[in-house]
């Protein structure tokens, strides 16, 4: 009796169908590999017109956009004159305080420029923000106190350009007469009167002693002379 050899299918490929690339053989059985097709359409990368500019082509373009730009932030602006001492971060905490809708501020010398998005918003803030907002005696360095006393000697600088030594001795009477009229006569303690003698004067002093002070401290207030 004769008998065949049996082939062995496991080990053998199939000569029907020439194995391509991406094929695999499994129990003689064919399956298509798809990765390569996934990874060949993954490195095909999408470039826009941008990107294919030149540097140059790019500057010219960016340097377009921002005059547009520009030009765009000029359009409805308001003016306040300002004090040099005034910061950004100041300038906008006061427009925040004023309830003032703004697209950006800037300072040029003397003169801040505050820009709106369109006519009507500027028209708007217009009234809501004084002109002197920003003047020298709003500087946000000082205190309430600085500031009121600022007012008041604003208030009795006289309007004469001739500065001599009376009308600055009357200037600076009033101006302590003004300061000190809300504590005349609440002084609680003891007042005194005296002089002290030197080699070419005789030069009265008022010693003020509160009641309940304490002795280990002292104040000594020199006038400007004159």
Do not use: W
Not at 72 to 88: A, E, K, S
Not at 156 to 171: D, G, I, K
Request: charged share 30%; glycine share 2%; proline share 4%.
């Amino acid at each position: 009796m004769l008998y065949e050899e049996i082939s062995n299918d496991d080990n053998e490929l199939s000569k029907a169908l020439p194995p391509r690339d991406n094929d695999l053989r499994v129990n003689n059985h064919s399956m298509v590999d798809d990765d390569k097709n996934n990874d060949q359409s993954d490195s095909v990368k999408y470039k826009s017109c941008h990107q294919n500019r030149s540097v140059e082509a790019r500057r010219r373009r960016n340097r377009k956009r921002n005059d547009i730009f520009r030009r765009r932030r000029f359009r409805y602006v308001m003016t306040r004159p300002v004090y040099p001492r005034f910061t950004i971060k100041s300038i906008r905490k006061i427009l925040r305080q004023y309830d003032i809708s703004y697209i950006h501020t800037k300072i040029k010398q003397e003169l801040l420029i505050i820009g709106a998005k369109n006519n009507k918003i500027k028209d708007q803030n217009e009234p809501k923000l004084p002109i002197n907002i920003f003047s020298r005696h709003k500087d946000p360095r000082f205190t309430d106190e600085a500031k009121v006393f600022a007012q008041l000697i604003t208030s009795l600088q006289s309007s004469s350009n001739a500065v001599t030594p009376e009308s600055l001795r009357t200037f600076f009477e009033d101006l302590c007469a003004k300061a000190n009229e809300k504590l005349i006569g609440t002084f609680n303690g003891n007042l005194q009167e005296k002089h002290v003698m030197t080699n070419s004067a005789d030069i009265p002093i008022n010693v003020h002693t509160p009641a309940n002070a304490n002795k280990d401290k002292l104040v000594v207030y020199f006038h400007g002379g004159g």
